[in-house]
């Protein structure tokens, strides 16, 4: 999320779940588990090693941005220069030994 703003609440949150959903199913890969905070999202990701992870974030933000901005025109209006999200993100491997507890971390998100 761009400069953090806190949009990403009831109605925002569903839609770009299924956005990102959508994304995910259009591109061939698999979202495992998502949690949206009103700031930023995290994600778990479950992609083939022929995937390239900056066209996959690219993807995601890109066309999440477009969608979300057309379904909540008013959206674009609260946010600094009219920008969903900014450029940086944070990627890391999984294996199968640390996937419980990535997904564990995603989901308590909201409760904290």
Not at 19 to 44: K, M, P, R, W, Y
Not at 83 to 90: C, R, T, V
């Amino acid at each position: 999320m761009k400069y953090r703003h806190k949009v990403l609440l009831g109605d925002i949150d569903k839609k770009l779940k299924e956005i990102l959903n959508q994304i995910a199913t259009d591109n061939g890969f698999t979202i495992s588990e998502i949690e949206i905070d009103c700031d930023h999202v995290h994600l778990l990701i479950d992609c083939n090693p022929q995937h390239s992870i900056p066209n996959i974030i690219k993807a995601l933000k890109g066309v999440s941005a477009r969608l979300l901005f057309k379904a909540f025109p008013q959206l674009k209006k609260k946010l600094w220069e009219g920008n969903l999200w900014n450029h940086s993100y944070f990627v890391a491997t999984v294996s199968e030994h640390t996937e419980a507890q990535i997904r564990q971390y995603i989901e308590n998100q909201k409760v904290r």
